[in-house]
Nanobody, 124 residues
Framework: QVQLVESGGGLVQAGGSLRVSCAAS????????MGWFRQAPGKEREVVAA????????YYADSVKGRFTISRDNAKNTIYLQMNSLKPEDTAVFYC?????????????????WGQGTQVPVSS
């Protein structure tokens, strides 16, 4: 069983930075693709970034390219999302997710395990 626990969310001003983390339990972590998703009030969950099992493959949504960076530390079973130049439209609950496969995907249904989410409100 894999458990994912996000941390690091919180209120931030527009233009600020924040790093959210996702700690995973279970041996599947090092061979799994991981992703960060977000869901704003009244909107569908959308992919923010994803990273392959070897961290050489990454994906970023157009809305966050150049501002967000996804990374993973397999030794610590943790992935990170560094968010810079935050905008009010980035306000959402951020979720990390783990797949059972090595390749990345932008589809929420591809990911089997999900964290409980961490709130990131960005004030203007």
């Amino acid at each position: 069983q894999v458990q994912l626990v996000e941390s690091g969310g919180g209120l931030v001003q527009a233009g600020g930075s924040l790093r959210v983390s996702c700690a995973a339990s279970g041996r599947i972590f090092s061979s799994s693709a991981m992703g960060w998703f977000r869901q704003a009030p009244g909107k569908e969950r959308e992919v923010v970034a994803a990273i392959g099992w070897s961290d050489s493959t990454t994906y970023y949504a157009d809305s966050v390219k150049g501002r967000f960076t996804i990374s993973r530390d397999n030794a610590k079973n943790t992935i990170y999302l560094q968010m810079n130049s935050l905008k009010p439209e980035d306000t959402a609950v951020f979720y990390c997710a783990a797949a059972r496969e090595q390749g990345i995907s932008t589809t929420p249904g591809y990911y089997y395990y999900w964290g409980q989410g961490t709130q990131v409100p960005v004030s203007s």
